[in-house]
């Protein structure tokens, strides 16, 4: 497991969107999250998604937009962020096999003791969540 408590960025941006999802959607859910969450994106450490979205251009040009790196998760490690998820989704579970995406990579990314700070928030076709790393 990758550990990022050294680093002076101190948020992971967790992303999920349906394939074939326009990157200026994406961008602009993650605009909207860095707002809400009262953060920049140089705040930001890592955009981190589903491991079956680690070819999906709007995770990975939005990624590059904000000079980020792109990580990804395997479905069993994202499920076992499930306890500590604010809004699990039975309707992801059946999708993917994990019941949340954004949320659960983000916490992922950010440790056992990573928080959320931003849970879950939508487009019409993109989820976003913001953790902060402990």
Same mark, same amino acid.
């Given at each position: 497991?990758?550990?990022y408590a050294n680093s =002076? @960025? @101190?948020y992971v941006l967790g992303? #999920?969107? %349906? @394939? #074939?999802t326009d990157?200026? *959607?994406v961008r602009t859910l993650a605009e909207r999250a860095? @707002? %809400? /969450?009262?953060?920049g994106s140089d705040q930001v450490l890592v955009v981190v998604s589903i491991e079956s979205r680690m070819d999906e251009p709007a995770i990975l040009e939005t990624a590059t937009h904000f000079r980020l790196p792109a990580r990804f998760f395997n479905v069993a490690a994202l499920e076992r962020e499930t306890p500590r998820l604010k809004n699990p989704s039975e309707l992801?579970? =059946?999708r993917v096999g994990c019941h949340g995406v /954004? %949320? /659960? =990579? =983000?916490?992922? /990314?950010a440790g056992a *003791? #990573? %928080?959320?700070?931003?849970? +879950?928030? +939508?487009?019409s076709s993109a989820t976003a969540a913001i953790a902060r790393i402990a």
């Open positions: 497991m990758t550990t =002076a @960025r @101190r992303l #999920g969107c %349906e @394939r #074939g990157w200026n *959607d860095f @707002r %809400e /969450a009262e953060i992801v579970f =059946a /954004a %949320e /659960a =990579a =983000a916490l992922a /990314a *003791d #990573g %928080e959320l700070v931003l849970p +879950k928030i +939508k487009s």
